[in-house]
T-cell receptor, first 111, second 115 residues
């Protein structure tokens, strides 16, 4: 079971780029890295998923170094509405243990 | 396109009463997850179904909790008898087949308050 470690909280200001790093030293060869976002009073929402190098979508970028022992979620030019909790998960769906969420990173974007 | 549908959205009950939470997964999804979220314990995985079969219920707190999935479009989580410490937001999530990575799609949650 690949355990993840993230900062408990981060603060940023509108318009800045935010990078949240997740450590997963015990990641397995065929594990994927998935990030979710959760707003208050809502269920988590899938943001991005990757296996290696860099993945980009309309919401964020995910950077994964060659050793895959960590990953960085990058949110460009954040706004107040990006204030949320961000979770990093590592694993495979058919191993239900991998669908367990950690404490996440509480991002607060200030004006 | 309807997402995961949970009901009720809010429930307030008294200790000792039976509580039933319901979930309709996204059509075509074959995996279903029940989570519980509290400030103290965060988001906990309670039970996971695959093709309507419970795969792992090790996260279910105790015998007062039970979950069923009688068909691919419906699941229930039952608490009997309920206790104040069961107060939490309960989320249901589903996931499509064919992907090892399994993106989860969450419902809006059922907020339970046990007095």
């Amino acid at each position: 079971l690949a355990k993840t470690t993230q900062p408990i909280s981060m603060d940023s200001y509108e318009g800045q780029e935010v990078n949240i790093t997740c450590s997963h030293n015990n990641i397995a060869t065929n594990d994927y890295i998935t990030w979710y976002q959760q707003f208050p009073s809502q269920g988590p929402r899938f943001i991005i998923q990757g296996y290696k190098t860099k993945v980009t979508n309309e919401v964020a970028s995910l950077f994964i170094p060659a050793d895959r022992k960590s990953s960085t979620l990058s949110l460009p030019r954040v706004s107040l509405s990006d204030t949320a909790v961000y979770y990093c998960l590592v694993g495979k769906r058919y191993n239900n243990n991998d669908m367990r969420f950690g404490a996440g990173t509480r991002l607060t974007v200030k004006p | 396109d309807a997402g995961v549908i949970q009901s009720p959205r809010h429930e307030v009950t008294e200790m000792g009463q039976e509580v039933t939470l319901r979930c309709k997964p996204i059509s075509g999804h074959n995996s279903l997850f029940w989570y519980r979220q509290t400030m103290m314990r965060g988001l906990e995985l309670l039970i996971y179904f695959n093709n309507n079969v419970p795969i792992d219920d090790s996260g279910m707190p105790e015998d007062r909790f039970s979950a069923k999935m009688p068909n691919a479009s419906f699941s229930t989580l039952k608490i009997q008898p309920s206790e104040p410490r069961d107060s939490a937001v309960y989320f249901c999530a589903s996931s499509p087949p064919g992907l090892d990575t399994g993106e989860l799609f969450f419902g809006e949650g059922s907020r339970l308050t046990v007095l």
